[in-house]
Nanobody, 119 residues
């Protein structure tokens, strides 16, 4: 069973920075894609950034230029570097992984880590 464990959340002032980590129990190259999502109170979960198995990334417009998704294959870990944080970045951040196996799509989620941006 695949496990994704996020860490690195916390309370930060506007303009500050945080780095989130997502450690996978298996080889992250076995996933077709990984991503970071967030959910603010009362809102739907939304994607923040995504990465294919080839390492290409996409960042949503709301975070482009401020957030960067990266990975360390040796550590089976993906990261989300967040800078110039705004109060509207507050929410629970989730790590996601998708794997296609024999025409079956399997999706995995971490437990989430809280990010609060407030003065």
């Amino acid at each position: 069973q695949v496990q994704l464990v996020e860490s690195g959340g916390g309370l930060v002032q506007p303009g500050g920075s945080l780095r989130l980590s997502c450690a996978a129990s298996g080889n992250i190259l076995s996933f077709n894609a990984m991503g970071w999502y967030r959910q603010a109170p009362g809102n739907q979960r939304e994607r923040v950034a995504g990465m294919t198995s080839f390492g290409s990334t996409v960042h949503e417009d709301s975070v482009k230029g401020r957030f960067t998704m990266s990975r360390d294959i040796a550590k089976n870990t993906v990261y989300l570097e967040m800078s110039s944080l705004k109060p509207e970045d507050t929410g629970v951040y989730y790590c996601n992984a998708v794997a296609w196996e024999r025409a079956s799509r399997n999706e995995y989620w971490g437990q989430g880590t809280q990010v609060t941006v407030s003065s």
